[in-house]
Nanobody, 124 residues
């Protein structure tokens, strides 16, 4: 059983940056590929980015390419999401998720464990 706790959300102006963190515990971190998702009010949860267990492979949703960077520190059991050039439409609750290391995935039902989420609000 893996527990995930996100942090780092907040209020930022358009064009600004935030770095989200996700702390994992309760399992062997390197057994899991990790992902970030987000959910805006009234919308479905959507894929943001994913990273392989080793950190060598990453994948992004098209709208995040070039602005967001996912990374992980296996020594600290942490995964990060650096978000730059933020836009008001990036406002959402951001979730960290884990899945067994059998490839990266973009669907929510491919992930077994989820954090509680952290709110990101981008003002115009």
């Amino acid at each position: 059983q893996v527990q995930l706790v996100e942090s780092g959300g907040g209020l930022v102006q358009a064009g600004g940056s935030l770095r989200l963190s996700c702390a994992a515990s309760g399992g062997t971190f390197t057994k899991y590929n990790m992902g970030w998702f987000r959910q805006a009010p009234g919308k479905e949860r959507e894929f943001v980015a994913a990273i392989s267990w080793s950190g060598t492979t990453t994948y992004y949703a098209d709208s995040m390419k070039g602005r967001f960077t996912i990374s992980r520190d296996n020594a600290k059991n942490m995964v990060y999401l650096q978000m730059n050039s933020l836009k008001p439409e990036d406002t959402a609750v951001y979730y960290c998720a884990a899945r067994p290391k059998y490839g990266l995935a973009i669907d929510t039902d491919e992930y077994d464990y989820w954090g509680q989420g952290t709110q990101v609000t981008v003002s115009s």
